[in-house]
């Protein structure tokens, strides 16, 4: 059986969006869109999988509705490609209890970001977070989506998700019923650093703001943030192999490269034995460029958060759709009296 090609992505509404979102994941999504049918989620379901409570329930509305207005201030459609938040189509909830029942606690102790994210005391950690790739592969089969595009960090999870998928179509003796997802690999600087430290994954959580380019930074701001970055004393190496031991300019030549949609050998070429205060220069003039642009749109959104939900009330519309078939087949297929 051949699955209709369908794209499903997502991020959490924790902390404002940065540049590693957008060049790791919006930016692609706009392009995605152009080529094949698209599911764009704000997955509040897996945000409270971190410390939660009366006093979180703001932020997370907040921050639901920012990530809804830097999906479309960055490029993606709503009319075209749903944009919904997750804890509206109650079906990912449903899904995801019958594949806790499908998955292994082998397969789960195996996931390094719990390991990660837990730390020392996995046993304060909620049962949310251990779940919550189960929670993924929900998210992602109960529209029988087939392709996913995923970062590094990620790709553990979209395995788990293939894994839970095809023990589901064995064990009910369905098969090809759920599709493996496929990831979908992106460009350059899909893994963007932190601009105070070249070997750290920028972060929406770094106590440093400095660290990152908010997507709702001004232009002064962003400007200042990359004249700033950490470099070494060396020019710009004129070759890749130039890079070795030397995260932060690679950093900074990645993102220049992804943001004029380019690559480092070419930035390279331009800018090779060049000093880093000339780079800097041309590197904030195009980040601001390609940034502020979305930063502005951001706020006009903003200021009219009733149309935010219905935006949102009207991607979970067309989604429940979907994924309302897909579950009613489920439960028929599990044995459930419908």
Known sequence: MTHPQLVLSGMQPTNTLHLGNYLGALKNWVRMQNEMPCLFCVVD???LTQDSGYGKAGDVRRATREVT???IAAGVDPERTPVFAQSMVAEHAELSWIFNCVARLGWLDRMTQFKEKSGKHKERASVGLYTYPVLMAADI??????HVPVGEDQKQHLELARDIAQKFNNDFAVPDFFPLPEPVITGPATRVMSLRDGLKKMSKTDESDNSRINLTDSADAIAQKIRKAKTDPHPLPSETKGFEGRPEAENLVNI???????TAEKVLAEYGGQQFSAFKNALADLTVARIAPIADA?????ADEAEIDRILRAGAERCRALAAPVMAEVKRVVGFVT
């Open 45 to 47: 379901m897996h945000a």
């Open 69 to 71: 207005a830097a999906y």
């Open 141 to 146: 089969l109960v529209y029988k989506a087939t």
């Open 256 to 262: 220049y490269a992804a943001l004029s949609d380019s």
């Open 298 to 302: 951001m706020r006009r959104l903003l």
